[in-house]
Protein backbone atom coordinates (compact mmCIF):
# COMPACT_ATOMS: atom_id res chain seq x y z
CA UNK A 1 0.00 0.00 0.00
CA UNK A 2 1.21 3.39 -0.84
CA UNK A 3 1.54 5.28 2.98
CA UNK A 4 -0.27 8.78 3.68
CA UNK A 5 2.84 10.12 3.34
CA UNK A 6 4.15 8.84 -0.09
CA UNK A 7 0.68 9.73 -1.89
CA UNK A 8 0.09 13.94 -2.79
CA UNK A 9 -3.44 12.87 -3.39
CA UNK A 10 -3.82 12.18 0.44
CA UNK A 11 -1.69 15.39 1.30
CA UNK A 12 -3.38 17.71 -0.50
CA UNK A 13 -7.26 16.63 0.42
CA UNK A 14 -5.60 16.57 4.25
CA UNK A 15 -4.97 19.53 3.78
CA UNK A 16 -7.90 20.46 2.82
CA UNK A 17 -9.48 19.40 5.67
CA UNK A 18 -7.40 20.54 8.04
CA UNK A 19 -7.88 24.13 6.58
CA UNK A 20 -11.60 24.12 7.03
CA UNK A 21 -11.34 22.67 10.75
CA UNK A 22 -13.86 24.85 12.65
CA UNK A 23 -11.84 23.78 16.11
CA UNK A 24 -8.36 25.17 14.02
CA UNK A 25 -9.04 27.42 11.66
CA UNK A 26 -10.68 30.84 11.69
CA UNK A 27 -11.60 30.56 8.29
CA UNK A 28 -13.69 27.13 9.07
CA UNK A 29 -15.51 28.95 11.99
CA UNK A 30 -16.34 31.92 9.70
CA UNK A 31 -17.27 30.61 6.82
CA UNK A 32 -19.58 27.75 5.33
CA UNK A 33 -18.44 25.87 2.26
CA UNK A 34 -21.68 25.49 0.86
CA UNK A 35 -24.16 27.84 -0.75
CA UNK A 36 -20.67 30.26 -1.75
CA UNK A 37 -18.30 28.97 -3.70
CA UNK A 38 -19.98 26.04 -5.83
CA UNK A 39 -16.43 24.78 -6.74
CA UNK A 40 -15.13 25.16 -3.44
CA UNK A 41 -17.62 22.96 -2.79
CA UNK A 42 -16.85 20.40 -5.18
CA UNK A 43 -13.44 20.44 -4.26
CA UNK A 44 -13.76 19.97 -0.82
CA UNK A 45 -16.58 16.51 -1.34
CA UNK A 46 -13.36 15.52 -3.78
CA UNK A 47 -11.05 15.30 -0.84
CA UNK A 48 -13.03 13.78 1.35
CA UNK A 49 -13.49 11.33 -1.21
CA UNK A 50 -9.68 11.15 -1.44
CA UNK A 51 -9.42 10.50 2.47
CA UNK A 52 -12.00 7.82 2.28
CA UNK A 53 -10.88 5.75 -0.67
CA UNK A 54 -7.23 6.16 1.41
CA UNK A 55 -9.31 5.16 4.34
CA UNK A 56 -10.53 2.03 2.80
CA UNK A 57 -7.25 1.08 1.61
CA UNK A 58 -5.65 1.34 4.42
CA UNK A 59 -8.56 -0.80 5.80
CA UNK A 60 -7.35 -3.51 3.12
CA UNK A 61 -3.66 -3.25 3.92
CA UNK A 62 -4.76 -3.88 7.49
CA UNK A 63 -5.87 -7.07 7.07
CA UNK A 64 -2.09 -8.18 5.45
CA UNK A 65 -0.56 -6.12 8.25
CA UNK A 66 0.86 -3.71 6.10
CA UNK A 67 0.23 -0.61 7.12
CA UNK A 68 1.70 1.38 10.08
CA UNK A 69 -0.54 2.05 13.09
CA UNK A 70 -0.07 5.76 13.07
CA UNK A 71 -0.82 5.94 9.48
CA UNK A 72 -4.19 4.15 10.00
CA UNK A 73 -4.49 6.64 13.18
CA UNK A 74 -3.32 10.12 10.90
CA UNK A 75 -6.84 8.64 8.40
CA UNK A 76 -9.40 8.16 11.35
CA UNK A 77 -8.50 11.42 12.52
CA UNK A 78 -9.02 13.28 9.07
CA UNK A 79 -11.95 11.64 8.31
CA UNK A 80 -13.71 12.52 11.76
CA UNK A 81 -12.58 16.26 11.26
CA UNK A 82 -14.31 16.01 7.54
CA UNK A 83 -17.43 14.42 8.69
CA UNK A 84 -17.67 16.89 12.21
CA UNK A 85 -17.43 19.34 9.02
CA UNK A 86 -19.80 17.98 6.55
CA UNK A 87 -22.51 17.87 9.58
CA UNK A 88 -22.38 21.11 10.02
CA UNK A 89 -22.81 22.28 6.53
CA UNK A 90 -25.58 19.73 6.22
CA UNK A 91 -27.08 21.26 9.35
CA UNK A 92 -26.67 25.16 8.23
CA UNK A 93 -28.54 23.66 4.62
CA UNK A 94 -31.32 22.43 6.18
CA UNK A 95 -31.98 25.65 7.91
CA UNK A 96 -31.00 27.92 5.78
CA UNK A 97 -33.56 26.52 3.43
CA UNK A 98 -36.17 26.08 6.13
CA UNK A 99 -38.92 27.98 5.60
CA UNK A 100 -42.16 28.92 6.89
CA UNK A 101 -44.78 27.47 5.17
CA UNK A 102 -47.69 29.95 3.85
CA UNK A 103 -50.80 28.20 5.83
CA UNK A 104 -54.07 30.09 4.95
CA UNK A 105 -53.26 28.66 1.29
CA UNK A 106 -52.65 25.62 2.60
CA UNK A 107 -55.95 25.40 4.28
CA UNK A 108 -57.61 26.88 0.89
CA UNK A 109 -56.08 24.16 -0.98
CA UNK A 110 -56.23 21.09 1.08
CA UNK A 111 -59.57 19.68 -0.56
CA UNK A 112 -58.78 19.88 -3.78
CA UNK A 113 -55.17 18.61 -4.52
CA UNK A 114 -53.70 17.24 -7.89
CA UNK A 115 -51.03 14.91 -8.13
CA UNK A 116 -47.86 16.41 -7.75
CA UNK A 117 -45.74 14.11 -9.85
CA UNK A 118 -42.83 15.61 -11.42
CA UNK A 119 -43.18 17.43 -14.75
CA UNK A 120 -40.24 16.62 -18.01
CA UNK A 121 -39.81 20.20 -17.48
CA UNK A 122 -38.95 20.22 -13.53
CA UNK A 123 -37.18 16.99 -14.12
CA UNK A 124 -34.76 19.07 -16.27
CA UNK A 125 -34.45 22.14 -13.87
CA UNK A 126 -33.65 19.56 -11.70
CA UNK A 127 -30.32 18.55 -13.91
CA UNK A 128 -29.06 21.82 -14.31
CA UNK A 129 -28.00 21.75 -10.49
CA UNK A 130 -26.39 18.88 -11.10
CA UNK A 131 -24.22 19.15 -14.11
CA UNK A 132 -22.89 22.17 -14.12
CA UNK A 133 -19.53 20.65 -14.26
CA UNK A 134 -18.94 16.76 -15.76
CA UNK A 135 -16.03 16.62 -13.79
CA UNK A 136 -17.72 17.47 -10.73
CA UNK A 137 -17.85 14.86 -7.65
CA UNK A 138 -21.52 15.64 -7.31
CA UNK A 139 -21.97 14.47 -11.07
CA UNK A 140 -22.29 11.04 -9.19
CA UNK A 141 -25.43 11.72 -7.66
CA UNK A 142 -27.38 12.68 -11.28
CA UNK A 143 -28.31 9.04 -11.51
CA UNK A 144 -29.47 9.48 -7.92
CA UNK A 145 -32.05 12.80 -8.61
CA UNK A 146 -33.22 10.13 -11.73
CA UNK A 147 -33.81 7.74 -8.77
CA UNK A 148 -35.92 9.76 -7.10
CA UNK A 149 -37.83 11.67 -9.74
CA UNK A 150 -38.84 8.45 -11.72
CA UNK A 151 -40.39 7.17 -8.63
CA UNK A 152 -44.15 6.96 -9.17
CA UNK A 153 -45.43 5.91 -5.35
CA UNK A 154 -48.69 5.53 -5.07
CA UNK A 155 -49.19 7.80 -2.60
CA UNK A 156 -48.04 10.81 -5.05
CA UNK A 157 -50.92 9.71 -7.35
CA UNK A 158 -53.57 10.53 -5.03
CA UNK A 159 -56.00 12.90 -5.83
CA UNK A 160 -55.95 13.99 -1.65
CA UNK A 161 -52.11 14.81 -1.44
CA UNK A 162 -50.67 17.59 -2.23
CA UNK A 163 -47.00 17.82 -2.24
CA UNK A 164 -45.07 20.94 -1.56
CA UNK A 165 -41.34 21.96 -2.53
CA UNK A 166 -39.94 22.22 0.72
CA UNK A 167 -36.61 23.27 -0.41
CA UNK A 168 -34.66 24.17 -3.87
CA UNK A 169 -33.33 21.43 -6.00
CA UNK A 170 -29.49 22.98 -5.75
CA UNK A 171 -30.18 22.34 -1.98
CA UNK A 172 -31.24 18.80 -2.11
CA UNK A 173 -28.49 17.66 -4.29
CA UNK A 174 -25.89 19.38 -1.93
CA UNK A 175 -27.75 17.88 0.65
CA UNK A 176 -27.73 14.09 -1.06
CA UNK A 177 -23.85 14.75 -1.58
CA UNK A 178 -23.15 15.29 2.05
CA UNK A 179 -25.45 12.40 3.29
CA UNK A 180 -23.81 10.01 1.38
CA UNK A 181 -20.53 10.81 2.26
CA UNK A 182 -21.25 10.58 6.06
CA UNK A 183 -23.04 7.45 5.51
CA UNK A 184 -20.36 5.81 3.80
CA UNK A 185 -17.99 7.03 6.66
CA UNK A 186 -20.55 5.11 9.02
CA UNK A 187 -22.33 8.48 10.79
CA UNK A 188 -25.42 7.33 9.50
CA UNK A 189 -26.89 7.99 13.07
CA UNK A 190 -25.20 11.64 12.79
CA UNK A 191 -27.11 12.48 9.95
CA UNK A 192 -30.51 10.84 10.99
CA UNK A 193 -30.20 12.82 14.11
CA UNK A 194 -29.28 16.22 12.41
CA UNK A 195 -31.97 15.65 9.94
CA UNK A 196 -34.35 15.19 12.72
CA UNK A 197 -33.91 17.93 14.97
CA UNK A 198 -33.88 20.69 12.50
CA UNK A 199 -36.77 19.28 10.02
CA UNK A 200 -38.82 18.36 13.40
CA UNK A 201 -38.52 22.15 14.34
CA UNK A 202 -39.66 23.32 11.36
CA UNK A 203 -42.74 20.53 11.21
CA UNK A 204 -43.17 22.25 14.99
CA UNK A 205 -43.13 25.68 14.02
CA UNK A 206 -46.41 24.42 11.16
CA UNK A 207 -48.32 22.95 14.02
CA UNK A 208 -48.12 26.45 15.79
CA UNK A 209 -49.83 28.24 12.97
CA UNK A 210 -52.01 25.68 12.68
CA UNK A 211 -53.40 25.97 15.78
CA UNK A 212 -52.52 22.34 16.87
CA UNK A 213 -51.64 22.66 20.62
CA UNK A 214 -49.22 20.58 23.14
CA UNK A 215 -52.18 18.50 24.81
CA UNK A 216 -51.66 15.26 26.47
CA UNK A 217 -54.92 13.09 26.76
CA UNK A 218 -55.47 14.24 30.54
CA UNK A 219 -55.07 17.81 29.09
CA UNK A 220 -57.73 17.21 26.67
CA UNK A 221 -60.23 15.52 28.67
CA UNK A 222 -59.97 17.91 31.55
CA UNK A 223 -61.49 20.48 28.66
CA UNK A 224 -64.88 21.61 29.00
CA UNK A 225 -66.87 20.39 26.38
CA UNK A 226 -68.01 23.54 24.82
CA UNK A 227 -64.11 24.25 24.59
CA UNK A 228 -63.28 21.45 22.69
CA UNK A 229 -65.82 21.95 19.86
CA UNK A 230 -64.01 24.38 18.53
CA UNK A 231 -61.02 22.91 18.96
CA UNK A 232 -62.38 19.77 17.04
CA UNK A 233 -63.32 22.18 14.53
CA UNK A 234 -59.72 23.51 13.99
CA UNK A 235 -58.18 19.74 14.61
CA UNK A 236 -59.88 18.51 11.67
CA UNK A 237 -59.04 21.23 9.06
CA UNK A 238 -55.06 21.31 10.63
CA UNK A 239 -55.26 17.55 10.13
CA UNK A 240 -56.37 17.31 6.49
CA UNK A 241 -53.28 19.91 5.67
CA UNK A 242 -50.84 17.93 8.27
CA UNK A 243 -51.31 14.27 6.79
CA UNK A 244 -51.99 15.41 2.61
CA UNK A 245 -49.39 18.54 3.19
CA UNK A 246 -46.91 18.72 5.28
CA UNK A 247 -46.07 14.92 6.52
CA UNK A 248 -46.36 14.24 2.55
CA UNK A 249 -44.15 16.72 1.98
CA UNK A 250 -41.59 15.85 4.16
CA UNK A 251 -41.74 12.77 3.21
CA UNK A 252 -40.99 13.61 -0.61
CA UNK A 253 -38.21 15.83 0.64
CA UNK A 254 -36.41 12.66 2.75
CA UNK A 255 -37.18 10.43 -0.52
CA UNK A 256 -35.65 13.41 -2.26
CA UNK A 257 -32.61 13.31 -0.02
CA UNK A 258 -31.53 9.68 0.79
CA UNK A 259 -34.22 7.66 -0.78
CA UNK A 260 -31.06 6.25 -3.35
CA UNK A 261 -28.49 6.31 -1.00
CA UNK A 262 -29.53 3.27 1.09
CA UNK A 263 -31.91 1.21 2.24
CA UNK A 264 -35.05 2.49 4.31
CA UNK A 265 -32.33 5.75 5.61
CA UNK A 266 -35.39 8.15 4.03
CA UNK A 267 -37.92 6.18 6.01
CA UNK A 268 -35.58 6.47 9.05
CA UNK A 269 -35.35 10.49 9.00
CA UNK A 270 -38.95 10.63 7.96
CA UNK A 271 -39.78 9.02 11.08
CA UNK A 272 -37.57 10.68 12.97
CA UNK A 273 -39.03 13.99 11.91
CA UNK A 274 -42.57 14.03 12.24
CA UNK A 275 -43.76 10.86 14.18
CA UNK A 276 -43.84 12.92 17.78
CA UNK A 277 -45.54 15.24 15.66
CA UNK A 278 -47.85 13.06 14.17
CA UNK A 279 -48.44 11.36 17.82
CA UNK A 280 -49.12 14.54 18.89
CA UNK A 281 -51.79 15.73 16.18
CA UNK A 282 -53.22 11.71 16.92
CA UNK A 283 -53.56 12.30 20.71
CA UNK A 284 -56.22 15.12 20.37
CA UNK A 285 -58.23 12.36 18.50
CA UNK A 286 -57.67 9.63 20.89
CA UNK A 287 -58.19 11.62 23.58
CA UNK A 288 -61.84 12.50 22.19
CA UNK A 289 -62.64 9.11 21.35
CA UNK A 290 -61.97 7.57 25.11
CA UNK A 291 -63.99 10.71 26.96
CA UNK A 292 -67.13 10.01 29.16
CA UNK A 293 -69.91 10.03 26.72
CA UNK A 294 -72.82 11.74 26.56
CA UNK A 295 -75.17 12.72 23.56
CA UNK A 296 -74.49 16.22 23.02
CA UNK A 297 -71.08 14.92 21.98
CA UNK A 298 -72.17 12.43 19.02
CA UNK A 299 -71.86 14.97 16.35
CA UNK A 300 -68.56 16.39 16.86
CA UNK A 301 -67.69 12.32 17.27
CA UNK A 302 -68.95 11.75 14.02
CA UNK A 303 -67.22 14.76 12.54
CA UNK A 304 -63.77 13.52 14.08
CA UNK A 305 -64.90 10.20 12.58
CA UNK A 306 -65.74 11.16 9.14
CA UNK A 307 -62.77 13.36 8.91
CA UNK A 308 -60.19 10.57 9.71
CA UNK A 309 -61.95 7.81 8.00
CA UNK A 310 -61.89 10.07 5.00
CA UNK A 311 -58.02 11.12 5.81
CA UNK A 312 -57.08 7.01 6.42
CA UNK A 313 -56.52 6.06 2.84
CA UNK A 314 -54.11 8.97 2.87
CA UNK A 315 -52.88 8.22 6.27
CA UNK A 316 -51.74 4.84 4.99
CA UNK A 317 -49.97 6.47 1.68
CA UNK A 318 -47.93 8.65 3.61
CA UNK A 319 -47.10 6.69 6.79
CA UNK A 320 -46.46 3.72 4.50
CA UNK A 321 -43.76 1.77 6.02
CA UNK A 322 -42.92 -1.04 8.47
CA UNK A 323 -41.40 1.77 10.42
CA UNK A 324 -44.47 4.09 10.66
CA UNK A 325 -46.87 1.15 11.63
CA UNK A 326 -47.28 2.52 14.83
CA UNK A 327 -48.62 5.87 13.16
CA UNK A 328 -51.24 3.73 11.03
CA UNK A 329 -52.46 1.38 13.98
CA UNK A 330 -52.78 4.62 16.52
CA UNK A 331 -55.17 5.90 13.12
CA UNK A 332 -57.14 2.57 12.67
CA UNK A 333 -57.40 2.23 16.39
CA UNK A 334 -58.55 5.89 17.25
CA UNK A 335 -61.50 5.74 14.29
CA UNK A 336 -62.33 2.37 15.65
CA UNK A 337 -63.31 3.39 18.92
CA UNK A 338 -65.15 6.83 17.86
CA UNK A 339 -67.34 4.03 16.22
CA UNK A 340 -67.67 2.47 19.43
CA UNK A 341 -68.35 5.96 21.40
CA UNK A 342 -71.15 6.92 18.33
CA UNK A 343 -72.85 3.57 19.22
CA UNK A 344 -72.85 4.11 22.71
CA UNK A 345 -73.84 7.51 22.61
CA UNK A 346 -76.54 6.39 20.60
CA UNK A 347 -77.32 3.62 22.76
CA UNK A 348 -77.72 5.95 25.94
CA UNK A 349 -79.29 8.69 24.21
CA UNK A 350 -82.65 5.94 23.69
CA UNK A 351 -81.88 5.35 27.12
CA UNK A 352 -81.98 8.62 28.40
CA UNK A 353 -85.20 9.18 26.31
CA UNK A 354 -87.07 6.65 28.08
CA UNK A 355 -86.24 7.52 31.45
CA UNK A 356 -86.76 11.12 31.10
CA UNK A 357 -87.96 12.05 34.44
CA UNK A 358 -89.74 15.27 34.42
CA UNK A 359 -93.21 15.43 35.74
CA UNK A 360 -93.87 19.03 35.99
CA UNK A 361 -96.78 19.43 32.91
CA UNK A 362 -95.87 22.05 30.43
CA UNK A 363 -98.28 25.19 30.36
CA UNK A 364 -100.99 25.53 27.82
CA UNK A 365 -99.69 21.81 26.37
CA UNK A 366 -97.81 23.24 24.40
CA UNK A 367 -94.55 21.14 23.13
CA UNK A 368 -92.45 19.68 25.94
CA UNK A 369 -88.96 20.44 25.87
CA UNK A 370 -87.82 17.04 25.41
CA UNK A 371 -89.94 16.47 22.18
CA UNK A 372 -88.02 19.44 21.11
CA UNK A 373 -84.47 18.28 21.79
CA UNK A 374 -85.26 14.34 20.78
CA UNK A 375 -86.69 15.33 16.79
CA UNK A 376 -83.95 18.06 16.34
CA UNK A 377 -81.00 15.56 17.47
CA UNK A 378 -82.52 13.09 15.51
CA UNK A 379 -83.02 14.87 12.29
CA UNK A 380 -78.95 15.79 12.66
CA UNK A 381 -78.25 12.24 13.39
CA UNK A 382 -80.03 11.53 9.67
CA UNK A 383 -77.86 14.29 8.28
CA UNK A 384 -75.06 11.80 9.12
CA UNK A 385 -77.23 9.23 7.60
CA UNK A 386 -74.62 7.36 5.46
CA UNK A 387 -71.80 7.22 8.35
CA UNK A 388 -74.23 5.91 10.86
CA UNK A 389 -75.51 3.32 8.46
CA UNK A 390 -71.82 1.99 8.23
CA UNK A 391 -71.53 2.22 11.93
CA UNK A 392 -75.00 0.60 12.79
CA UNK A 393 -74.96 -2.65 12.25
CA UNK A 394 -77.42 -4.30 14.79
CA UNK A 395 -81.15 -3.18 15.58
CA UNK A 396 -81.93 -1.93 19.42
CA UNK A 397 -82.20 -4.13 21.82
CA UNK A 398 -84.68 -3.02 24.08
CA UNK A 399 -87.88 -2.94 22.89
CA UNK A 400 -87.59 -5.73 20.29
CA UNK A 401 -90.52 -7.40 20.57
CA UNK A 402 -93.98 -7.28 22.59
CA UNK A 403 -92.16 -6.92 26.63
CA UNK A 404 -95.74 -6.62 28.53
CA UNK A 405 -92.85 -4.35 30.23
CA UNK A 406 -95.07 -1.26 31.92
CA UNK A 407 -92.28 0.51 31.88
CA UNK A 408 -90.60 -0.26 28.23
CA UNK A 409 -92.83 0.52 25.01
CA UNK A 410 -93.51 -2.18 23.24
CA UNK A 411 -92.61 -2.62 19.55
CA UNK A 412 -93.05 -5.50 17.00
CA UNK A 413 -89.95 -5.12 14.63
CA UNK A 414 -91.33 -7.84 11.67
CA UNK A 415 -93.52 -5.26 10.54
CA UNK A 416 -90.12 -3.07 9.79
CA UNK A 417 -88.63 -5.31 7.42
CA UNK A 418 -86.33 -4.47 5.04
CA UNK A 419 -85.47 -1.33 7.36
CA UNK A 420 -81.82 -0.50 7.94
CA UNK A 421 -80.42 -0.67 11.33
CA UNK A 422 -80.20 3.06 11.84
CA UNK A 423 -83.75 3.62 10.65
CA UNK A 424 -84.99 1.08 13.32
CA UNK A 425 -83.35 2.90 15.73
CA UNK A 426 -84.49 6.12 14.64
CA UNK A 427 -88.35 4.82 14.74
CA UNK A 428 -87.62 3.62 18.58
CA UNK A 429 -86.29 6.37 19.09
CA UNK A 430 -89.45 8.10 18.22
CA UNK A 431 -91.51 5.25 19.76
CA UNK A 432 -89.91 5.73 22.87
CA UNK A 433 -90.58 9.26 23.26
CA UNK A 434 -93.97 8.87 22.34
CA UNK A 435 -94.43 6.68 25.29
CA UNK A 436 -92.45 8.98 27.54
CA UNK A 437 -94.89 11.89 26.34
CA UNK A 438 -97.86 9.54 27.04
CA UNK A 439 -96.59 9.54 30.55
CA UNK A 440 -96.14 13.09 31.05
CA UNK A 441 -99.65 13.52 29.74
CA UNK A 442 -100.93 12.06 32.61
CA UNK A 443 -99.80 14.52 34.87
CA UNK A 444 -102.68 16.86 33.25
CA UNK A 445 -105.73 17.35 35.73
CA UNK A 446 -107.27 18.32 32.93
CA UNK A 447 -108.04 14.88 30.22
CA UNK A 448 -109.04 17.72 27.45
CA UNK A 449 -105.47 19.00 28.07
CA UNK A 450 -103.93 16.06 28.11
CA UNK A 451 -105.33 15.48 24.66
CA UNK A 452 -104.44 18.81 23.42
CA UNK A 453 -100.58 18.48 24.75
CA UNK A 454 -100.46 14.78 22.89
CA UNK A 455 -101.86 15.92 19.90
CA UNK A 456 -99.29 19.02 20.19
CA UNK A 457 -96.18 16.80 20.41
CA UNK A 458 -97.20 14.10 18.19
CA UNK A 459 -97.91 16.75 14.93
CA UNK A 460 -94.51 18.24 16.23
CA UNK A 461 -92.80 15.00 15.41
CA UNK A 462 -94.66 14.23 12.75
CA UNK A 463 -93.26 18.06 10.74
CA UNK A 464 -89.80 17.16 11.93
CA UNK A 465 -89.92 13.88 10.13
CA UNK A 466 -92.05 15.66 6.90
CA UNK A 467 -89.41 18.50 6.96
CA UNK A 468 -86.01 15.97 7.05
CA UNK A 469 -86.25 13.97 3.46
CA UNK A 470 -83.47 11.99 4.64
CA UNK A 471 -85.75 11.00 8.05
CA UNK A 472 -88.93 10.69 6.03
CA UNK A 473 -86.87 8.02 3.77
CA UNK A 474 -85.29 6.34 6.40
CA UNK A 475 -88.94 6.26 8.74
CA UNK A 476 -91.15 5.59 5.67
CA UNK A 477 -94.58 6.18 5.36
CA UNK A 478 -95.98 3.77 7.37
CA UNK A 479 -94.08 5.13 10.31
CA UNK A 480 -95.65 8.78 9.19
CA UNK A 481 -99.16 7.41 8.57
CA UNK A 482 -99.12 5.96 11.52
CA UNK A 483 -97.59 9.32 13.27
CA UNK A 484 -100.05 11.58 11.59
CA UNK A 485 -103.01 9.12 13.03
CA UNK A 486 -102.24 8.98 16.59
CA UNK A 487 -101.92 13.41 16.72
CA UNK A 488 -105.14 12.98 14.70
CA UNK A 489 -106.50 10.60 17.43
CA UNK A 490 -105.60 13.10 20.41
CA UNK A 491 -107.14 15.96 18.39
CA UNK A 492 -110.76 14.15 17.92
CA UNK A 493 -109.92 13.01 21.92
CA UNK A 494 -110.00 16.42 22.46
CA UNK A 495 -112.73 17.54 21.25
CA UNK A 496 -114.99 14.86 22.79
CA UNK A 497 -113.27 15.17 26.01
CA UNK A 498 -114.17 19.29 25.94
CA UNK A 499 -117.16 19.28 23.38
CA UNK A 500 -119.25 16.79 24.46
CA UNK A 501 -120.93 17.65 27.20
CA UNK A 502 -120.81 21.47 26.03
CA UNK A 503 -123.15 20.01 23.13
CA UNK A 504 -125.15 17.48 25.24
CA UNK A 505 -126.87 20.87 26.91
CA UNK A 506 -128.29 21.40 23.09
CA UNK A 507 -129.99 18.33 22.75
CA UNK A 508 -133.74 17.93 22.45
CA UNK A 509 -134.25 15.41 25.16
CA UNK A 510 -135.81 16.39 28.65
CA UNK A 511 -137.39 19.76 26.79
CA UNK A 512 -141.02 18.44 26.40
CA UNK A 513 -143.35 17.84 28.70
CA UNK A 514 -145.73 14.41 28.37
CA UNK A 515 -148.41 15.38 25.87
CA UNK A 516 -148.81 17.99 22.93
CA UNK A 517 -145.44 18.19 21.05
CA UNK A 518 -145.86 21.51 19.84
CA UNK A 519 -146.70 23.39 22.80
CA UNK A 520 -145.24 21.09 25.37
CA UNK A 521 -141.83 22.94 25.88
CA UNK A 522 -140.89 22.76 29.23
CA UNK A 523 -139.62 26.68 30.05
CA UNK A 524 -138.00 26.16 33.07
CA UNK A 525 -135.84 23.19 31.78
CA UNK A 526 -135.05 25.10 28.43
CA UNK A 527 -133.42 27.83 30.89
CA UNK A 528 -131.37 25.85 32.56
CA UNK A 529 -130.09 24.53 29.32
CA UNK A 530 -129.25 28.16 28.09
CA UNK A 531 -127.59 28.88 31.05
CA UNK A 532 -125.62 25.38 31.58
CA UNK A 533 -124.65 26.04 28.12
CA UNK A 534 -123.40 29.50 28.70
CA UNK A 535 -121.70 28.54 31.49
CA UNK A 536 -119.73 25.76 30.09
CA UNK A 537 -118.93 27.82 27.06
CA UNK A 538 -117.95 30.43 29.03
CA UNK A 539 -115.56 28.33 31.38
CA UNK A 540 -113.82 26.54 28.25
CA UNK A 541 -113.68 29.88 26.43
CA UNK A 542 -111.55 31.13 29.82
CA UNK A 543 -109.44 28.15 29.76
CA UNK A 544 -108.37 27.20 26.45
CA UNK A 545 -107.77 30.55 25.36
CA UNK A 546 -104.54 30.26 27.71
CA UNK A 547 -103.89 26.92 26.13
CA UNK A 548 -101.47 26.71 23.22
CA UNK A 549 -101.19 25.40 20.17
CA UNK A 550 -97.93 27.07 18.31
CA UNK A 551 -98.04 25.60 14.85
CA UNK A 552 -100.63 28.04 13.56
CA UNK A 553 -102.08 25.60 10.49
CA UNK A 554 -102.99 23.20 12.92
CA UNK A 555 -104.08 25.57 15.42
CA UNK A 556 -106.96 27.08 12.62
CA UNK A 557 -107.85 23.51 11.56
CA UNK A 558 -108.50 22.14 14.87
CA UNK A 559 -111.03 26.06 15.51
CA UNK A 560 -112.86 25.00 12.27
CA UNK A 561 -113.49 21.93 13.55
CA UNK A 562 -114.38 22.91 17.12
CA UNK A 563 -116.65 25.75 15.03
CA UNK A 564 -117.76 22.90 12.32
CA UNK A 565 -119.78 21.17 15.35
CA UNK A 566 -120.62 23.90 17.73
CA UNK A 567 -121.95 26.39 15.14
CA UNK A 568 -124.88 24.11 13.69
CA UNK A 569 -125.59 22.57 16.68
CA UNK A 570 -126.25 26.39 18.39
CA UNK A 571 -128.14 28.00 15.39
CA UNK A 572 -130.03 24.29 15.34
CA UNK A 573 -131.32 25.12 19.08
CA UNK A 574 -131.23 28.81 18.88
CA UNK A 575 -133.81 28.50 15.90
CA UNK A 576 -135.94 26.10 17.53
CA UNK A 577 -136.36 27.14 20.90
CA UNK A 578 -135.57 30.76 20.93
CA UNK A 579 -139.65 31.92 21.00
CA UNK A 580 -139.94 30.34 23.97
CA UNK A 581 -137.17 32.25 26.05
CA UNK A 582 -137.97 35.67 24.35
CA UNK A 583 -141.70 35.30 25.05
CA UNK A 584 -140.68 35.19 28.58
CA UNK A 585 -138.99 37.81 31.16
CA UNK A 586 -135.12 38.70 30.96
CA UNK A 587 -134.30 36.75 27.97
CA UNK A 588 -130.79 38.15 27.40
CA UNK A 589 -129.79 36.23 31.03
CA UNK A 590 -130.52 32.80 28.67
CA UNK A 591 -129.96 34.05 25.07
CA UNK A 592 -126.38 35.66 25.48
CA UNK A 593 -124.35 34.60 22.88
CA UNK A 594 -125.73 34.50 18.69
CA UNK A 595 -123.88 32.13 16.36
CA UNK A 596 -121.57 34.79 15.44
CA UNK A 597 -120.09 35.90 18.71
CA UNK A 598 -119.31 31.83 19.30
CA UNK A 599 -117.83 32.01 15.58
CA UNK A 600 -116.10 35.19 16.90
CA UNK A 601 -115.03 33.80 20.47
CA UNK A 602 -113.58 30.30 19.20
CA UNK A 603 -111.00 32.63 18.01
CA UNK A 604 -109.57 32.79 20.73
CA UNK A 605 -109.18 29.52 21.35
CA UNK A 606 -105.16 27.83 21.84
CA UNK A 607 -103.60 31.44 21.40
CA UNK A 608 -101.65 30.99 25.16
CA UNK A 609 -103.03 33.99 26.80
CA UNK A 610 -106.26 35.24 28.86
CA UNK A 611 -109.06 36.28 26.09
CA UNK A 612 -110.32 40.08 26.69
Not at 486 to 501: I, L, N, P
Request: with cysteine; charged share 25%.
Amino acid sequence: METPENNSGYESAEKLILRWDSTASEEGRERMIFGTDRQEADVYLQAVDEIQRTLFSASISDCSHNVDADDQSKVNTTIQIAMARLEDEFRNILIIHTSALEIDSLFDSSTSFSSSTPTHHELEDDEDCISDDSGSSRNNLLQLHHCESSDSSTYRTSSSIREVDLMPAEAICDLQAIAMRMIAAGYLRECIQVYGSVRKSSVDSSFRKLGIEKLSIGDVQKLQWEALEGKIRRWIRAARVCVRILFASEKKLCEQIFDCVGTDIDDACFMETVKGPAIQLFNFAEAISISRRSPEKLFKILDLHDALMELLPDIEAVFDSKSSDSIRVQAAEILSRLAEAARGILSEFENAVLREPSRVPVPGGTIHPLTRYVMNYISLISDYKQTLIDLIMLKPSTGSRYSGDPSTPDMEFTELEGKTPLALHLIWIIVVLQFNLDGKSKHYRDVSLAHLFMMNNVHYIVQKVKGSPELREMTGDNCLRKLTGKFRQAATSYQRATWVSVLYCLRDEGLHVSGSFSSGVSKTVLRERFKTFNAMFEEVHRTQSMWLIPDGQLREELRISISEKLLPAYRSFLGRFRSHIESGKHPENYIKYSAEDLETAVLDFFEGYPAS
